[in-house]
RNA sequence: CGGGGCGUAGCGCAGCCUGGUAGCGCGCCUGCCUUGGGCGCAGGAAGUCGGAGGUUCGAAUCCUCUCGCCCCGACCA
């Protein structure tokens, strides 16, 4: 039965990996509904502290909640050529209700800008409306021809945020706010490190001028792009009408931003920190710090031992730690072991009669899976430390293994030879037919141009004729 | 939509070819015993065999239709 439960091994067969890791840690289900799933208590607290962070982030930079409806009148999103032409193969529609068919279909909602800029046109007169920056907690749905637990459900969970702005400088810098922001999270949070950088124009958001986004590592080295925000200009404004009285007394369109990230994030959280052992979750975005396994053969050895425990649970708590005891005792301690590796418990603490007889107890952390007796005068602080150290350890491993798989590729066989090995930096002329072709000959798609990156002019991988820099090239989820 | 696979107990599967009392492992429940890396023993509960139709004395098994899900491709956060 011990090994009924391990997961399959990274290097046999990562996606097997990938779906037992989230099933099997009891984070998600498939569900009855194709391509829906069933987020489990495990995987929604992850969401949950995701939520939680980000939404405190959204509150400083003076972004406020609110709820737009589910369905959309189908000629709201006709109303923006672009925007309808890129999502409509992906759209659910309802056509009855009440019994009856409707006079317009709604689709249920695949974003929501054009349901929002209805909203907008109404409540923006004049720039001093401006900035409007709003914020949704919402659901979603894109029909998908391939489902992959957390990477790509038809329906997912997300936030947008959509902003209005008096001129396109105030909007382009929100878009590039909103994506720091965004940096920040995944980095300091997630322990995800990104790059930072512009879409081309054919990876670029239906009916946005400019795309960018944030794109991570997975460990089978493909690219996660974990978060966008968009330029939209006056695209939605023209569609809505949703314009304002401006300084000079004449009617302007806004200027206008959306950005977003999803319960996608899970995936990369997973993909990029987790082991054969089951789910590793960075402690800032845990629930569940620690665990204390008492172990104790007679009910003479139990009885202290679990009293320590309990006291010890209670200090590492009113340290702000999420700590509770196992005292399950119709389980074994190594069986414990295992369960809270599996399910990403961040550290555990093994208290016995020995360590009692020392006044110690054994400390692990899940990462390294390390045992350390810590005198127990010490273990808040000791924990607390581990906890940190952690936290830097997970970004900087997953940070060298991403440099340690990026590469400068200079002609077109390296770049077909390396499809595989990670990111490929590689200069293009900014034509979408090279991309294209880029993409039917080796699967491997542009994800961004890097503004970290410093660039210089160079030649097109694929047609030879002036490129200006370099963009990351990499197989994508 | 093309190719492949699978629907039998909560989960994983066998049984189907060659029709005849629906099984195994894990989990679950009860009791005992154990506890420093997925303990052991005994007993127990649990199944419209995905659905419909047909063949047959008799169908999980054979035939027809159908529904669903998963994997691989084209599309995508």
Redesign the pocket.
């Known amino acids: ?2 090994q ?3 997961l399959t091994p990274r290097e046999k067969d990562f ?1 097997a990996w990938y ?1 037992d890791l989230v099933q099997k840690a009891k984070l998600a289900d ?1 569900s ?4 829906c799933m069933v987020i489990r208590p495990n995987g929604y607290a992850l969401w949950e502290n995701i939520q939680r962070v980000l939404d405190g982030m959204f509150k400083e930079t003076g972004h406020k909640n609110a709820y737009f409806p589910l369905l959309i009148p189908e000629s709201y999103l006709k109303k923006e050529a672009e925007h309808v032409e890129g999502f409509n ?2 759209l659910a529609v309802v056509t009855h209700a009440g019994g009856a068919k409707l006079e317009e279909p709604y689709v249920i909602r695949p974003t929501s800008e054009t349901i929002i800029n209805r909203s907008f046109a109404k409540w923006i007169q004049s720039y001093r409306d401006l900035p409007l920056l709003i914020n949704q907690w919402a659901n979603v749905m ?1 029909w ?5 637990l957390f ?4 329906e ?1 969970l997300w936030q947008e945020g959509h902003t209005c702005h008096e001129t396109e400088e105030d909007a382009e810098q929100e878009t590039r706010r909103m994506l720091e922001v965004y940096r920040r999270f995944a980095e300091d949070y997630m322990a995800m490190p990104v790059l930072a950088g512009q879409k081309s124009e054919s990876e670029k ?1 239906a009916g946005a001028v400019r795309t960018y986004s944030i794109e991570a590592m997975m460990q089978d080295k493909k690219a996660l ?1 974990a978060g ?1 925000s968009h330029n939209l200009g006056q695209n939605f404004a023209r569609a809505f009408e949703t314009m304002f009285q401006g300084r000079d007394g004449k009617q302007h369109f806004v200027w206008q931003t959306s950005w977003g990230v ?3 994030l899970i995936g990369g959280l997973i993909m990029t920190h987790s082991d054969d ?1 089951g789910l590793v979750v960075p402690p800032k975005l845990a629930s569940r710090h620690g665990v204390i396994i008492p ?3 007679t009910p003479e050895e ?1 009885g202290p031992v679990l009293e320590r425990a309990q006291a010890l649970a209670t200090d590492l708590r009113k340290a702000g730690l999420g700590v509770e005891v196992d005292d399950d ?1 119709s ?5 414990k ?3 809270h ?2 399910i990403g418990t961040c550290m555990r603490i ?1 208290l ?4 009692l007889a020392q006044n110690q107890c ?1 400390m ?1 952390r899940r990462d390294q ?1 390390k045992k350390e007796s810590v005198p127990l005068a010490d273990a808040v602080a000791t924990a607390q430390k581990m906890l940190d150290q952690m936290q830097r350890d997970l970004f900087a491993k997953a940070k060298a293994f991403r440099d340690s798989h990026t590469f400068e590729v200079n002609s077109y066989d390296e770049l077909k030879q390396r499809a595989d090995d990670g990111f490929l930096l590689a200069h293009w002329c900014v034509d979408p037919k090279c991309e294209k072709q880029i993409k039917d000959d080796t ?1 491997i798609t542009s994800r961004n141009r890097p503004f970290d990156l410093e660039q210089s002019p160079g030649r097109c991988i694929v047609c030879g004729k002036d490129s200006p820099g370099r963009l990351v090239f990499a197989k994508a989820y």
């Open positions: 039965m011990a009924a439960d391990k996606s779906v498939y009855d509904v194709k391509g193969p992906q894109r998908e021809m391939r489902t992959r990477l790509r459900t038809t997912f958001f792009q966008t999803s319960t996608r052992a172990i104790g053969r139990r005792d389980k074994s301690p190594g069986w072991y295992a369960e590796e599996l093994e016995g009669p020995k360590d054994v692990v899976r699967g």
